[in-house]
C-alpha cells in the first residue's frame, strides 16, 4: 500500500477521533451542568418553600396579635411579590450563568417551568429505583 494512502487513513483516524472525543467531552459537560442545575434548583425549592411557610407563621402571629385583615392581606400582597420577584431572578441567575453553546439544553424560562421538570426527574427516579 503506497505511502500517501496510509497517511489519508491515518489523518482520518485522527479527524474521526479528534471529533468523537469532542462530542463525547460535550455530553459529559452537558449532563454535568443539569445535574448542577438540578441541585441548584432543589436548594432554591426549598428555600422558596420555607420562606412560604415563615410567612404564614408570621400572619398567624398578626392575627393573634389583632393586626387589621387589610393590613395583613397588604403585607401578603407584599411578600408574594417579593417571592415571586426572588424566583424570577433565581432562575434568570442560572440561565445567564450558563455558557451560551449549552443554552439550548435548558429546557425551562420561568420558576413553574423549572418546578414541573424537577417534580419530573424526581418521579422519573423514583419509578427507576422500583
Same mark, same amino acid.
Given at each position: ?7 489519508? $487513513? ?5 479527524? +474521526? ?10 455530553? =459529559?459537560?452537558?449532563?454535568? +451542568? %443539569? ?11 426549598? /428555600?422558596?418553600? /420555607? ?16 393586626? /387589621?385583615? =387589610? ?9 408574594? %411579590?417579593?417571592?415571586?420577584? $426572588?424566583?424570577?431572578?433565581?432562575? *434568570?441567575?442560572?440561565? %445567564? ?12 424560562? =420561568? $420558576?413553574? *417551568? ?17
Amino acid at each position: 500500500m503506497p505511502l500517501w494512502i496510509c497517511f489519508c $487513513w491515518f489523518m482520518s483516524g485522527a479527524i +474521526v477521533f479528534h471529533l468523537l472525543e469532542k462530542l463525547i467531552n460535550t455530553g =459529559t459537560l452537558i449532563r454535568i +451542568v %443539569n445535574q448542577s442545575i438540578e441541585s441548584s434548583l432543589r436548594i432554591m425549592r426549598i /428555600s422558596s418553600r /420555607s420562606y412560604e411557610i415563615t410567612m404564614q407563621i408570621k400572619y398567624n402571629l398578626l392575627e393573634e396579635a389583632g393586626t /387589621s385583615e =387589610t393590613q395583613i392581606e397588604f403585607m401578603k400582597n407584599i411578600d408574594t %411579590n417579593m417571592l415571586t420577584m $426572588w424566583q424570577t431572578e433565581a432562575i *434568570a441567575g442560572i440561565i %445567564n450563568q450558563i455558557p451560551a453553546k449549552l443554552k439550548p439544553a435548558i429546557k425551562f424560562r =420561568t $420558576w413553574q *417551568a423549572a418546578m414541573d421538570i424537577l417534580k419530573e426527574q424526581e418521579n422519573g427516579k423514583r419509578k427507576n429505583r422500583r
